[in-house]
């Protein structure tokens, strides 16, 4: 890898105005493009501090060998001038939305003889008239079989055509009335553009007129008795009011937008947008990308937006709005070049209340649906799954396959209600019957290396119990080492079904490859000494910490990398976001129970219908304080002695709440 100081440009050198940079790597091939209202400032932030810059820009700066920049006039210009590099060059450290289909449309050739209607992508061509943008293609392909029952508009190939006249035999379409066969004259050419026209009208939003139309006819045919024809209009009518309402109107027909939204994580981006127009979702669209930038939804959205219509050349492909979850940082240049590629104004703005915004949330619950559809088919691919453990067992340099991997997490809020999750993962798939819950309590709450320690501490010495022989000796416990609280010895561990000193013999007898912690090198250096505090050596420690996704290993001053695109990475994110949530849903629960607390829970004496019988008669806790023992014999099932005893309990507690507070550094009283 290039050492950023070989090729940083002198300071003095990058003039201050905006434009365009383009990273090279050695060979010349452009790796990064990007824009900048000032390029000195800009460029220099990649050199200042290499050190200092996260994991995906690092490996930028140092995968480059040479930067290179363009001054432009405005920032429009450079919007532009990045968007032609971008697709110009591909760079591997640009997101890109790639697709390898452009939008479907369902288009009528005006411009022929004999209009022929089909579904067509890419370019526009003159003359032919455009309706959707659809998706999927099924979609508009059963639409348009539906609607050549009452529109039987020609939709074969020129070669089908010419042959059918050539012959005097229409193609199948033709003898089952879906095409008027104006190849074998059924029909006459102006007839023929009089029916496609109409087919026209129709996709413009004018369904109602034909269905009422055609209602009329079917009446009249009924009058006369004509039961056939009026059974064929019938039909028609379904026909048409299928098509019609297939789309169902979300906003006001005079609506054309598109609505973007974004679901994201650490490794990737969901993208997702609907298209309406005239008031009907037309169409949807989606991407999953990697993020192999340090971006923001901001970025991403303009990202999104340049490359979705940065290819359209056409008035129609881009709507009136744009709506999007948030602005991006130069939304007044972007509205400005897309309103020059459509050659009309676009509003791009951030739907705030009413049916926009309530489409919008829809759209994000179909980006979120997407990613995570896209990360359990990945998780469940068994080949990328080994790829995956071999990769990482690679790039941690451990001599053993991981064939059992346990993570451990810490939740509290400001030091309360500590807890901690383990979870467990076996061939890259979770375990969920090894599942562990740990209560936290003591000294090992003060802080989270402390709890690491602990919760390390008690899951195998508790491993060691269980490979000692209880045939020789049934109490026969491993000896606790020194430094260890043996009163802590398994205690406050919560499984999902039974405390783990409970738990039959040999459930955790196969212990993990590797353990990782939810944290960065104070927190794998915790577990690593709780696991050499009991003598195990075979068990491998590192680290995730979550805001740079590095990975760090005991006893070493830098993390270990991994590209972001790794699956060896999306393994370690996704078994350490299971730790995360198990830990949360447990301090949740926890965190609830105590909040729901009464003082009256901790008198003896009272069980739970005689504490539910004070609280009815006197209302409060603190009411029934101020109550005298006489009062306290009143409620049903309290007698003189036990009322004595909640009494002065009730006393003692009532002192204690307002004793003054000491500082137990320096012993001074705290004023109340």
Not at 496 to 504: C, E, I, Q, R
Not at 549 to 578: G, K, M, N, T, Y
Request: proline share 6%; with cysteine.
């Amino acid at each position: 890898m290039a050492d950023p100081a070989t090729y940083r440009p002198k300071t003095g050198e990058i003039p201050t105005a905006p434009g365009v940079y383009r990273f090279r790597d050695e060979h010349g091939r452009v790796i990064y493009v990007g824009k900048a209202k000032n390029l000195r400032s800009r460029l220099n932030s990649y050199f200042a501090n290499p050190r200092g810059l996260l994991p995906k820009t690092r490996a930028m700066v140092h995968t480059a060998a040479s930067v290179e920049w363009t001054v432009v006039g405005t920032e429009l210009e450079a919007l532009q001038l990045e968007y032609t590099w971008i697709k110009e060059f591909n760079p591997r450290f640009n997101i890109m939305f790639r697709d390898d289909k452009s939008y479907p449309y369902l288009a009528v050739t005006m411009g022929e003889k004999y209009p022929r209607a089909q579904v067509m992508r890419g370019d526009r061509r003159k003359d032919t008239r455009y309706f959707g943008p659809f998706y999927p293609a099924k979609a508009i392909r059963e639409t348009l079989d539906t609607l050549l029952r009452v529109f039987p508009v020609r939709t074969c190939s020129s070669g089908v055509f010419k042959r059918a006249e050539r012959t005097g035999r229409p193609c199948l379409l033709g003898y089952i009335d879906k095409c008027s066969a104006p190849c074998v004259g059924r029909i006459s050419a102006e007839d023929h553009r009089q029916l496609a026209a109409e087919l026209c009208d129709f996709m413009s939003g004018e369904g109602k007129r034909f269905i009422s139309s055609l209602e009329k006819e079917m009446q009249a045919a009924v009058a006369e008795l004509d039961y056939e024809t009026a059974a064929r209009l019938r039909d028609d009518i379904s026909a048409l009011r299928k098509v019609f309402e297939r789309n169902h109107v979300v906003l006001s027909e005079d609506t054309d937008a598109d609505i973007f939204a974004l679901e994201e994580d650490e490794l990737e981006a969901s993208a997702q947008v609907f298209h309406v127009r005239g008031g009907r979702i037309r169409g949807q669209r989606g991407w999953v990308v990697e993020k192999v930038e340090d971006n923001d939804t901001a970025d991403l959205v303009e990202h999104l937006i340049q490359q979705v219509y940065g290819e359209a050349n056409s008035t129609d492909r881009i709507p009136r709005q744009v709506l999007v979850p948030v602005l991006p940082p130069n939304s007044d240049e972007l509205a400005e070049w897309l309103g020059g590629l459509r050659g009309a104004k676009v509003d791009i703005r951030v739907p705030q209340r009413g049916d926009k915004k309530a489409l919008m949330e829809t759209v994000a619950r179909n980006a979120s649906d997407a990613l995570r559809l896209h990360k359990s088919r990945r998780a469940g691919d068994i080949t990328t799954r080994s790829a995956a453990l071999q990769e990482l067992q690679e790039a941690l340099d451990l001599p053993v396959a991981l064939l059992r991997i346990e993570c451990y997490d810490i939740s509290h809020v400001s030091g309360t209600n500590v807890v901690a999750s383990m979870v467990v993962a076996e061939d890259g798939l979770p375990k969920k019957s090894d599942y562990r819950k740990f209560s936290i309590t003591g000294d090992a709450a003060r802080d989270d290396t402390s709890a690491m320690y602990n919760v390390i501490s008690r899951r195998f010495r508790n491993y060691l119990a269980e490979n000692a022989d209880p045939a020789a000796d049934p109490d026969a416990r491993p000896e606790v080492p020194a430094g260890l609280p043996a009163d802590r010895a398994g205690t406050d561990v919560q499984p999902l079904t039974d405390t783990l000193t409970a738990a039959p013999k040999g459930k955790f007898a196969y212990p993990p490859n590797l353990v990782v912690v939810d944290g960065g090198q104070p927190q794998v250096a915790a577990a690593s000494r709780a696991l050499a505090d009991l003598g195990i050596t075979d068990i491998y420690v590192v680290g995730l910490a979550k805001r740079l996704e590095e990975v760090w290993l005991p006893d070493s001053d830098f993390p270990v990398i991994l590209p972001r695109a790794s699956e060896a990475l999306f393994l370690l994110q996704r078994i350490r976001d299971e730790a995360h949530r198990f830990a949360i849903t447990f301090h949740r629960q926890k965190r609830a129970k105590s909040m729901t607390a009464s003082l009256l829970d901790e008198i003896s004496g009272l069980g739970p219908a005689k504490r539910t019988a004070l609280l009815k008669e006197f209302g409060s806790v603190k009411k029934l304080r101020a109550a005298s023992v006489e009062d306290l014999q009143r409620v049903p099932g309290i007698g003189p002695a036990l009322a004595a005893s909640v009494h002065a309990q009730l006393t003692a507690k009532t002192a204690e709440a307002d004793a003054p507070a000491v500082n137990m550094t320096t012993g001074e009283i705290l004023e109340t």
